[in-house]
């Protein structure tokens, strides 16, 4: 499947921060659009195996696994935004894209960006998201939940998606960004 979106690649983007957090929410929206096809969102559980960097969704009839990174933390209680770069208990391996997101905000100037935690309400931390969506050029995106509304959200890319039936059967859905 072919995804377009409103500019060419991220290192022609503008820098400026308005711009890219409309592509990025168009981005997330057409992504999320095009996810349905395999049913992300109607998964009865998910999980991220930490150890080999797979966000895995579990269905009635099949599982979808996807390598993932993990963006960064929305935190309800505190009401803020930590990145995946500053937090300790994501290995390194899967905070690639949030230190991508980190790097282009200093070379670009936006120090706003290169906070580990910052104030966030639910509107700040989505547009955390949609920034690094759009920064990264991300070709997947979740937002996990928690069992309750105090729980941690984390917020992933990912990239191309194998689903397996309970019969066995592969196949893979990839969306390419261009």
């Known amino acids: 499947m072919r995804f377009l979106r409103r500019t060419g690649r991220p290192e022609q983007a503008s820098t400026d921060l308005s711009t890219l957090l409309l592509q990025g929410e168009d981005m997330i929206g057409q992504l999320a659009e095009a996810h349905l096809a395999w049913g992300l969102g109607s998964a009865r559980r998910w999980e991220l195996d930490q150890t080999n960097g797979l966000l895995v969704w579990y269905f009635a ?3 979808a696994t996807a390598a993932a990174q993990v963006i960064g933390t929305w935190l309800p209680v505190s009401k803020s935004w930590l990145w995946a770069w500053a937090n300790n208990s994501v290995p390194p391996e899967l905070a690639r894209d949030s230190r ?3 790097d282009w905000a200093e070379e670009h100037g936006h120090p706003s960006l290169t906070m ?3 104030e966030a309400d639910n509107e700040k931390a989505a547009t955390m998201a949609a920034l690094a969506v759009r920064i990264t050029g991300a ?4 937002r996990g939940s928690g069992e309750s509304d105090a729980d941690p959200v984390p917020v992933f890319t990912f990239g191309p998606v194998t689903i397996v039936t309970e019969d066995g059967r592969t196949s893979m859905f990839e969306i390419e960004v261009s």
Request: proline share 8%; glycine share 8%; charged share 30%.
């Open 61 to 63: 009839d099949r599982t």
């Open 100 to 102: 991508t997101v980190r």
């Open 116 to 118: 580990p935690k910052v």
């Open 139 to 142: 070709t997947g995106f979740y």
